[in-house]
């Protein structure tokens, strides 16, 4: 494969829980989009047919960039979803790398995440942390006898926030909520409490496990919105695993250079761009995904309407 590899689509992968709407496959419920996944399979451009993982297994850094393969080796390192929220999601905690390896073995990851809020209706909230001054001998009794929604921490939210959660943090996605979710190459969840709903329904809760990551201490971070940079783009977060930028293009070209450090991998939220390189061209419209290669020098997003996408990468 040569230093040329065009950027290319990613397949989304649907999948149905019982909070899902209708709003990422209208007249479907659907709960979850996985639009940038290991698994993954490539719909366009010469790796067509190849999953993520093959085609990061294969390229290593010439795909990856160096900053991912000097972390994680040629697994690709990142999970990106949509999430339309109908009801409350299960009350929830996710481990950290050491503890992932712990509780589940090798070659596991631990999960820390970012929201981004795309639409968010009226009065709409989430559960993050615990309200403060509860002492850690409460939080474990509640976890047990499942009153724990006695000292969650209530946050309103709007369209526009963005919240980083690291592990150990409680949390919860509320109803009326389209979320854009990007994290380690995980999938790790433990259900702390679930609104009554069946455990037969293949919800059980983690009890044990989520007493072994959970973090009185830890709260979701609200993440304060920068002013934009010559109305193009603004870092909403940038941690040790990922970083995610907010891109606006109204009637200007945006031009963006991996340069070898990393992909890029770009969702649009809002309107429909196309993306262009050297011999190659790739149209986004609202919801997909596409996977910029690290090897690319430079590439433009251009606007065929008023659009914004969202650009997750290592950094």
């Given at each position: 494969?040569?230093a040329?590899?065009p950027?290319?689509?990613?397949?989304?992968?649907?999948?149905?829980?019982?909070?899902?709407?209708?709003?990422?496959?209208?007249?479907?419920?659907?709960?979850?989009?996985?639009?940038v996944?290991?698994?993954?399979?490539?719909?366009?451009?010469?790796?067509?047919?190849?999953?993520?993982?093959?085609?990061?297994?294969?390229?290593g850094?010439?795909?990856?960039?160096?900053?991912?393969v000097?972390?994680?080796?040629?697994?690709?390192?990142?999970?990106?979803?949509?999430?339309?929220c109908?009801?409350?999601l299960?009350?929830?905690?996710?481990?950290n790398?050491?503890?992932?390896?712990?509780?589940?073995?090798p070659?596991?990851?631990g999960?820390?995440?970012?929201?981004?809020?795309i639409?968010?209706?009226?009065?709409?909230?989430?559960?993050?942390g615990?309200?403060p001054?509860?002492?850690?001998?409460?939080?474990r009794?509640?976890?047990?006898?499942?009153?724990?929604?006695d000292?969650?921490?209530?946050?309103p939210?709007?369209?526009?926030d963005?919240?980083f959660?690291?592990?150990?943090?409680?949390?919860?996605?509320g109803?009326?909520?389209?979320?854009?979710?990007?994290?380690?190459?995980?999938?790790?969840?433990?259900?702390?409490?679930?609104?009554?709903?069946?455990?037969?329904a293949?919800?059980?809760?983690?009890?044990?496990?989520?007493?072994a990551?959970?973090?009185?201490?830890?709260?979701?971070?609200?993440?304060?919105?920068?002013?934009?940079?010559?109305?193009?783009?603004?870092?909403?977060?940038k941690?040790?695993?990922?970083?995610?930028?907010?891109?606006?293009t109204?009637?200007?070209p945006?031009?963006?250079?991996?340069?070898?450090?990393?992909?890029?991998?770009?969702?649009?939220?809002?309107?429909s761009?196309?993306?262009?390189?050297?011999?190659w061209?790739?149209?986004?419209?609202?919801?997909?995904?596409?996977?910029?290669?690290a090897c690319?020098?430079?590439?433009?997003?251009?606007?065929?309407s008023?659009?914004?996408?969202?650009?997750?990468?290592?950094e």
């Amino acid at each position: 494969m040569t230093a040329s590899l065009p950027a290319f689509i990613l397949e989304p992968q649907y999948r149905d829980y019982v909070w899902g709407g209708k709003r990422l496959r209208p007249g479907q419920t659907t709960a979850e989009v996985w639009a940038v996944h290991e698994d993954n399979r490539i719909s366009s451009g010469p790796l067509a047919g190849k999953t993520l993982a093959q085609a990061s297994e294969e390229l290593g850094a010439q795909l990856l960039g160096s900053l991912p393969v000097e972390r994680t080796g040629t697994r690709f390192p990142l999970l990106i979803k949509l999430l339309d929220c109908a009801q409350w999601l299960s009350l929830q905690v996710h481990p950290n790398d050491q503890q992932a390896v712990e509780l589940e073995g090798p070659g596991h990851f631990g999960k820390t995440e970012a929201w981004h809020f795309i639409e968010a209706e009226p009065g709409a909230e989430i559960l993050c942390g615990f309200r403060p001054g509860v002492p850690p001998e409460a939080i474990r009794k509640s976890v047990r006898d499942g009153s724990i929604l006695d000292y969650a921490q209530r946050t309103p939210v709007h369209a526009g926030d963005t919240f980083f959660i690291k592990p150990g943090t409680l949390h919860a996605l509320g109803p009326g909520l389209l979320v854009y979710e990007v994290q380690q190459t995980s999938n790790i969840t433990y259900r702390v409490y679930d609104w009554g709903r069946p455990a037969s329904a293949g919800r059980q809760l983690h009890i044990e496990q989520s007493l072994a990551v959970l973090d009185p201490e830890a709260s979701g971070q609200p993440v304060p919105p920068p002013a934009f940079q010559d109305g193009a783009g603004r870092m909403l977060v940038k941690c040790e695993y990922f970083s995610l930028e907010l891109l606006t293009t109204e009637q200007k070209p945006i031009s963006l250079s991996p340069s070898g450090l990393s992909f890029h991998t770009l969702t649009v939220i809002e309107g429909s761009v196309r993306l262009s390189g050297e011999d190659w061209e790739v149209d986004l419209d609202r919801f997909a995904a596409a996977l910029v290669p690290a090897c690319i020098t430079n590439y433009e997003i251009r606007p065929r309407s008023s659009s914004r996408l969202l650009k997750s990468s290592v950094e």
